[in-house]
């Protein structure tokens, strides 16, 4: 998975074995995606920050968007996720010979592009109202061939450009044409 997407489908990956691991034992896949689903449905309000900890194992800690302005920035937080890989490495020596608190390795960016953010909620807000409807059929129905043929890129370069200046500068303002 990680091999075709990149980090960003591990981060995806351990942010839901994460809220598996929330579930009882046993849970079924339905279960553990409604789950999923309904947690991360929250990052329309809430950046998301899934930490490892010795001590306390997974730590989620959402920290509220402000509501007025959560899209204007050009870039937000959406999903940082530690990388569960690297507990207690993160530290290094400080120059009086205890440890130092650093930043833990993470293995996603610490913010992402807003239009990015934005496509990510479409679509987790799509499975989860399939989801919560009970039409899992949509959940898995494949893209028509109008979604799988990219919309930006089938003009001539010189309009490709123009138009995706457009589309930026409406989802940068919050309008959508």
């Given at each position: 998975m990680?091999?075709?997407?990149?980090?960003?489908?591990?981060?995806?990956?351990?942010?839901?074995?994460?809220?598996?691991?929330?579930?009882?034992?046993?849970?079924?896949?339905?279960?553990?995606?409604?789950?999923?689903?309904?947690?991360?449905?929250?990052?329309?309000?809430?950046?998301?920050?899934?930490?490892?900890?010795e001590?306390?194992?997974?730590?989620?800690?959402?920290?509220?968007?402000?509501?007025?302005?959560?899209?204007?920035?050009?870039?937000?937080?959406?999903?940082?996720?530690?990388?569960?890989?690297?507990?207690?490495?993160?530290?290094?020596?400080?120059?009086?010979?205890?440890?130092?608190?650093?930043?833990?390795?993470?293995?996603?960016?610490?913010?992402?592009?807003?239009?990015?953010?934005?496509?990510?909620?479409?679509?987790?807000?799509?499975?989860?109202k399939?989801?919560?409807?009970?039409?899992?059929?949509?959940?898995?129905r494949?893209?028509?061939?109008?979604?799988?043929?990219?919309?930006?890129?089938?003009?001539?370069?010189?309009?490709?450009?123009?138009?995706?200046?457009?589309?930026?500068?409406?989802?940068?303002?919050?309008?959508?044409?």
């Amino acid at each position: 998975m990680a091999a075709e997407g990149g980090l960003p489908s591990l981060a995806w990956a351990v942010s839901a074995l994460a809220l598996a691991e929330e579930q009882p034992k046993g849970a079924s896949v339905e279960c553990l995606l409604l789950h999923f689903f309904s947690q991360m449905r929250r990052l329309a309000e809430y950046a998301l920050h899934i930490e490892y900890t010795e001590q306390f194992g997974t730590r989620f800690s959402w920290k509220r968007r402000h509501a007025h302005n959560a899209w204007v920035p050009e870039w937000v937080q959406l999903l940082l996720v530690d990388d569960p890989g690297n507990l207690g490495k993160a530290s290094t020596a400080s120059p009086s010979g205890r440890p130092a608190k650093t930043a833990p390795l993470g293995i996603t960016a610490p913010s992402i592009p807003s239009a990015l953010a934005v496509l990510y909620l479409a679509e987790i807000r799509l499975a989860w109202k399939a989801i919560s409807q009970g039409l899992w059929d949509e959940l898995w129905r494949p893209t028509t061939q109008e979604v799988n043929h990219s919309w930006c890129f089938s003009a001539q370069p010189r309009l490709r450009f123009e138009h995706s200046l457009s589309v930026h500068q409406n989802a940068k303002t919050s309008v959508l044409l």
